[in-house]
């Protein structure tokens, strides 16, 4: 278990490389991901054409993630404890969130009688071409693989 310092620590350098917005320039895998998820042609190709946007906070000892899309939700946490939430289907789940290696990774498995499915997602910090700061959020749910890369804004 991570001590008080270094859960100090993680958070600020959370603060420098994450907080923020960030705007969805791509995506890969997406329509395999929501069809493991079980949503129909309809949605997923709504899903696919959607914009979105993730808002990166800390305060305190609270990390707040804000999405907006064709549907906002709000995530608030404290990094290595567990918290209940819904996953992009609404079933139930139990996630916690540490910081690795400069990534944030967030495991999540089924809560009691729940269809989800246990997903592993990480988050991390790259510098493109040109300089350009981008975060690359990867979905692993069984040996699927989806990718969603985000342009810092301004």
């Not at 959370?14 to 969805?24: E, P, R, S, Y």
């Not at 709504?46 to 979105?52: K, M």
């Amino acid at each position: 278990m991570a001590s008080a310092s270094d859960v100090a620590a993680d958070l600020e350098t959370i603060k420098q490389k994450f907080v923020g917005k960030w705007k969805l320039t791509k995506s890969e895998g997406l329509d395999e991901y929501l069809k493991f998820l079980g949503l129909n042609f309809v949605f997923r190709k709504l899903a696919a054409a959607a914009s979105c946007t993730v808002e990166i906070s800390v305060e305190e000892d609270k990390i707040c993630f804000i999405t907006h899309g064709p549907k906002t939700s709000t995530e608030v946490f404290s990094l290595n404890t567990e918290w209940e939430l819904k996953d992009p289907v609404g079933n139930d789940i139990t996630a916690i969130v540490t910081f690795e290696g400069g990534m944030l990774v967030n495991n999540s498995k089924p809560r009691g009688n729940s269809k989800a499915k246990k997903t592993k997602v990480t988050r991390e910090i790259c510098v493109g071409a040109a300089g350009k700061v981008e975060m690359v959020m990867t979905v692993n749910a069984e040996a699927l693989v989806m990718k969603r890369y985000f342009d810092k804004q301004p």
